[in-house]
Structure formats: C-alpha cells, structure tokens
C-alpha cells in the first residue's frame, strides 16, 4: 500500500503562483511514475503532469510553459509549480503514484481556485 498526502493549493490571482507537494509513504520502493491529475466541476478528472522515476516529465498541453514538475525520489515526494495560473486552472488537484502496471494510488485532493 501507498498512502498520499498533499500540501499545498489555495487560492490565487490570476497570473499568480502556487506551489502543491505530495509525499508518499509505505511501500514506495516500487512506485514508477508520480505525478498529478485534476478535475473541475462538472469535468472528467484529467491529467496535468506525470515524471518517472528517472526524472523524465511530461505536461497536458494546457499548462506546457507554465508548470513544472518534479521529484525528490529519496523524500519520496513529488512537486507542482504553477506559474501564471488561469482561471480555468482551478479545480481539485490530486496526487496520484504508480507502481507499474498496477492501479495507481491516489491522495486526497487539494483545491485551487485562481480567480480573475
């Protein structure tokens, strides 16, 4: 099992920045891939940025240039930066970690709000 937890979120302007961090703890040993989705009201949960363990990312295209990812394998944690947040960036942000092919684990969800 790998248990989730998030920090971070919150509100924000728009054009602003907010910082969400995610650490996983039992057995992390295996975990592959680490990363985040969200999802808005009345929208299916989508993805916002995968890494690998060896670092590689990779972002949906509506926040390319504009977020970053990244990952402490040895804190087991992994990071979102969001820069020059939109307003249709807000929504429920969850924290989610893969080991393999299995189902992924997932955290408890943070909200952002970025208001215009």
């Known amino acids: 099992q790998v248990q989730l937890v998030e920090s971070g979120g919150g509100l924000a302007q728009a054009g602003g920045s907010l910082r969400l961090s995610c650490a996983a703890s039992g057995t992390t040993f295996s975990i592959t891939r680490m990363g985040w989705y969200r999802q808005a009201p009345g929208k299916e949960r989508e993805l916002v940025a995968g890494i690998s363990s060896g670092g590689i990312p990779n972002y949906a295209d509506s926040v390319k240039g504009r977020f970053a990812i990244s990952r402490d394998n040895a804190r087991n944690t992994v990071n979102l930066q969001m820069n020059s947040l939109k307003p249709e960036d807000t929504a429920v942000y969850y924290c989610?970690?893969?080991?393999?092919?299995?189902?992924?684990?997932w955290g408890q969800g943070t909200q952002v709000t970025v208001s215009s």
């Open positions: 989610f970690a893969r080991r393999g092919v299995l189902n992924p684990y």
